[in-house]
């Protein structure tokens, strides 16, 4: 087989490699809670992000998104304890939907 009949195969295995490769997300932080804190009352919060033909939008960054709006929710917050997250997802045709919802207890 000549050699560029042989490289031509691999381009489908490159492009692969390269969608699969570039889905990546950093840590996100979470604040621990303050020594003496004050429990201010249940915080919710909510993103989403889709994934369209293999192309990231909003995925990366819907958990801390969700995290500082449930930090949001109650003022005065200063920091959440007892988190819970839940992630929930559906296929809607050229891609899918990604939710992470976060409850917590705020504190001040």
Excluded at 41 to 48: D, F, I, V
Excluded at 64 to 71: G, I, P, R, V
Aim: aromatic residues 8%.
């Amino acid at each position: 087989m000549p050699a560029t009949s042989r490289s031509h195969h691999r381009w489908p295995l490159l492009l692969v490699a390269l969608l699969l490769g570039a889905c990546s997300s950093g840590f996100i932080k979470v604040t621990p809670p303050p020594g003496n804190y004050v429990k201010l009352g249940a915080a919710r919060g909510e993103a989403c992000g889709t994934n369209v033909l293999l192309i990231p939008i909003g995925l990366n960054e819907r958990l801390q998104n969700a995290y500082d709006q449930a930090l949001a929710s109650v003022p005065n917050a200063r920091a959440l304890i007892d988190v819970t997250m839940q992630e929930r997802w559906f296929f809607w045709g050229l891609g899918t939907m990604r939710c992470t919802s976060i409850t917590a207890v705020a504190v001040r």
